[in-house]
C-alpha cells in the first residue's frame, strides 16, 4: 500500500509558476515509479509527466514539455511537479499517482492522491 499527498496548488496568473509536492508513505518510495496526471474540468484525466524510481528517466506529455519539470527526492519520500509559463489551458485538479512500471497509462498505477486544484487566470 502507497499513501499519497499532494499540495501546492492554487491560483496564479498566466505566466506564473507553481511547484506542486506528492508526499508517499507505506512502500519504500524508491521502489515505485511515480507519475502526474490532471483532470480538467468536463474532461477525462490525461497524462502529464512520469519518472522512474531513480529518477534518470521522465517522460512528458508534448503540452507540457519546456515548461513541466517532474523531478523527485527519495530521501523525502515525495515527488514533485515545478510547473513555469502557465496557461490557463493548464487549469485543473492535479493527481500524483504511484505504479510498478514506467508509465504513461493510468490503469496501469495503483494508487492515487487526492488531487489538489491548480487554477491559471488569464
Known amino acids: 500500500q502507497v499513501q499519497l499527498v499532494e499540495s501546492g496548488g492554487g491560483l496564479v496568473e498566466a505566466g506564473g509558476s507553481l511547484r506542486l509536492s506528492c508526499v508517499a508513505s507505506?512502500?519504500?518510495?524508491?521502489?515505485?515509479?511515480m507519475g502526474w496526471f490532471r483532470q480538467i474540468l468536463g474532461k477525462e484525466r490525461e497524462f502529464v509527466a512520469a519518472i522512474s524510481r531513480g529518477g534518470g528517466s521522465t517522460y512528458y506529455t508534448d503540452s507540457v514539455k519546456g515548461r513541466f519539470t517532474i523531478s523527485r527526492d527519495n530521501a523525502k519520500n515525495t515527488v514533485y511537479l515545478r510547473m513555469n509559463s502557465l496557461k490557463p489551458e493548464d487549469t485543473a485538479v492535479y493527481y500524483c499517482?504511484?505504479?510498478?512500471?514506467?508509465?504513461?497509462?493510468?490503469?496501469?498505477?495503483?494508487?492515487w492522491g487526492q488531487g489538489t486544484q491548480v487554477t491559471v487566470s488569464s
Open positions: 499517482a504511484a505504479a510498478n512500471t514506467f508509465t504513461t497509462d493510468q490503469d496501469k498505477y495503483d494508487y
Open positions: 507505506g512502500r519504500t518510495f524508491s521502489s515505485v515509479r
